[in-house]
């Protein structure tokens, strides 16, 4: 069964600064693995989606890696901003097609 | 293109009592789904629609949820009767089609049980 751990829950850091978000996965045999972004209130936002043969996808500030041999992906985000503040969660889509969900990090960015 | 429509955003209600929602998909999208996201928790699947059939109920609790898709586009998720640790976010969202297609979310309902 695929279970999904994001460390840490919750994140502070100055602006400006670069950063690493963590997503593990326990089953490799995914389709491929998506990061959201998620503001309070509000859905869920699409960032980025790395196929399973694909090693990284970049967007903006954002860059996203997978490593499916280590069941690992990290979301960097480069020149952190206030606006970035938000729950980022990550989700691998398993043999079944479904979305299996880490339990977010809170990311917070002080001004 | 308009996105995935919920509604309402936010229903407080009192243990035992009824609730419904509302989801209107993107247009043209075959898949629908309904999520629960509990605080704290990632989201969690109840249902998932193809077109007007159901693929997968796996993880709706049948004793008192219930959805329904009706030629094929809008949605409703019902509870009844609805218990405390049903308090969660209800999220809804659509794809093209089954498989690796992405998926698009709703804003999601704020569901408040007393």
């Known amino acids: 069964k695929q279970e999904v751990t994001q460390i840490p829950a919750a994140l502070s850091v100055p602006e400006g600064e670069n950063l690493v978000l963590n997503c593990s996965f326990t089953?490799?045999?995914?389709?491929?693995l998506q990061w959201f972004r998620q503001d309070p209130g509000k859905g869920l936002t699409s960032l980025l989606l790395?196929?399973?043969s694909q090693r990284e996808q970049t967007s903006g500030r954002l860059n996203a890696s997978l490593d499916k041999s280590s069941g690992r992906s990290t979301l960097y985000i480069a020149a952190s901003q206030p606006g970035d503040s938000a729950t980022y969660l990550c989700?691998?889509?398993?043999?079944?097609?479904?979305?299996?969900w880490g339990a977010g990090t809170k990311l917070i960015i002080k001004p | 293109e308009a996105g995935v429509a919920q509604s309402p955003r936010y229903k407080i209600i009192e243990k035992r009592q009824s609730v419904a929602f509302w989801c209107n998909p993107i247009?043209?999208?075959?898949?629908l789904y309904w999520y629960q996201q509990i605080l704290g928790q990632g989201p969690k699947l109840l249902i998932q629609?193809?077109?007007?059939?159901?693929?997968?109920d796996s993880q709706l609790p049948k004793d008192r949820f219930s959805a329904e898709r009706l030629k094929g586009v809008d949605s409703t998720l019902k509870i009844q009767p609805a218990k405390l640790e049903d308090s969660a976010v209800y999220l809804c969202?659509?794809?093209?089609?089954?498989?690796?297609?992405?998926?698009?979310f709703g804003p999601g309902t704020r569901l408040t049980v007393t």
């Open positions: 969202a659509s794809s093209p089609d089954r498989g690796v297609h992405e998926q698009y």
């Open positions: 247009s043209g999208h075959a898949t």
């Open positions: 629609f193809q077109n007007n059939g159901v693929v997968d």
């Open positions: 089953d490799s045999a995914i389709y491929n």
């Open positions: 790395i196929q399973s």
């Open positions: 989700a691998a889509r398993d043999s079944n097609y479904q979305l299996i």
